[in-house]
């Protein structure tokens, strides 16, 4: 069953146009929007499981500015590094070789949500740094996971990984996709009443949670999810930062992300109201305003 976008009108004039590069021996496929004359382009790194898809409602709030959305290796449908693990230094010289090769003009923001949140910092952190002029990280991944207003979920999701790794492949690959599990974890997320919003959100996990390639892809990326956080990272960005948190996140709390906005060298934080770790799903109106009030000020 397919529960209809609440963003679906909107996204339908951002014209999205879907091409496929190899970067560090992935095949990697991306999805273009909006207007491809655009002097600012916004990259999108999505989080841990997901896929372009995810961050589909903050793109239907951004017409007018050309959006590169492409499926981290692994999931969706970029295939897995052929070489290389899974692990946050991989994506991250994954991240900077696919800007390269994108070879954007003009204005370069690159935004990431929650692991991708990780990625991007790890990215503008590196000796070599990205080519942005901008960065926005939404639901950033401040502190250890494990050490979340919510731990405990953590501590179970390290022991869902850890059994699917230890069972056989089949066993293993289907305790990953099981839908019952997926479920929960959409339910203990969303922090939204409206009952519709919700039915939406649960189907676009379900529609879009299992969309990796194997289970080693999966395993590994979930072990660096746990093992970094942005704060690793934040002093040795000079890039202007922006970060979208949220005061009911499950994983991070506010506290974390006000620790966290000081350690970079220009860096702004604007916490919403009301929400959890799915500001994407429960209310990309806001992210997308954020961006945009972000974006008016012409950096240095």
């Known amino acids: 069953m397919i529960v209809p976008s609440p963003f679906a009108d909107l996204l339908s004039q951002m014209d999205a146009r879907a091409a496929t590069v190899t970067v560090l021996g992935s095949d990697t496929r991306y999805w273009e929007y909006g207007d491809p004359e655009s002097p600012t382009t916004v990259v999108l ?7 372009h898809h995810g961050l589909e409602a903050v793109v239907a709030q951004l017409n ?22 899974h692990t946050i230094e991989s994506y991250a010289a994954w991240l900077a070789e696919f800007l390269r090769v994108l070879a954007v003009p003009g204005r370069l923001v690159v935004l990431g949500h929650s692991f991708g949140s990780i990625v991007v910092a790890a990215a ?6 990205l080519p942005a002029q901008d960065l926005v990280l939404v639901n950033p991944i401040a502190a250890p996971a494990l050490s979340g207003p919510r731990g405990i979920l953590t501590r179970l999701a390290v022991f ?8 056989p492949e089949r066993l293993g690959f289907g305790l ?13 997320m969303a922090k939204t009443r409206n009952r519709q ?9 379900d529609r879009y949670f299992s969309a990796f390639a194997d289970r080693t892809v999966v395993l590994e990326a979930f072990r660096a999810s746990v093992s970094h956080d942005v704060s690793e990272y934040a002093s040795a960005i000079p890039t202007r930062t922006l970060l979208i948190a949220a005061d ?11 620790r966290l ?8 934080l604007e916490v919403l109201p009301g929400v959890g770790h799915l500001i994407h799903y429960e209310v990309p109106e806001a992210a997308a305003r954020a961006l945009r009030r972000f974006l008016a000020v012409t950096p240095a």
């Not at 990953?176 to 203990?188: D, E, Q």
């Open 45 to 51: 790194v999505h989080g841990f499981r997901g896929d």
């Open 64 to 85: 007018g500015l050309r959006i590169v959305s492409p499926d981290l290796p692994g999931f969706g449908e970029s295939s897995a590094f052929a070489a290389l693990p």
């Open 124 to 129: 503008a952190a590196a000796p070599a740094g």
């Open 160 to 167: 869902y990984y850890w059994l699917a790794a230890k069972l």
């Open 176 to 188: 990953l996709r099981n839908r019952v599990i997926v479920r929960v974890m959409s339910i203990t």
């Open 197 to 205: 919003r919700r039915r939406w959100i649960h189907n676009q996990h």
């Open 248 to 258: 009911k996140d499950d994983i991070t709390p506010v506290a974390a992300q006000e």
């Open 261 to 268: 906005v000081t350690q970079f060298a220009d860096a702004q």
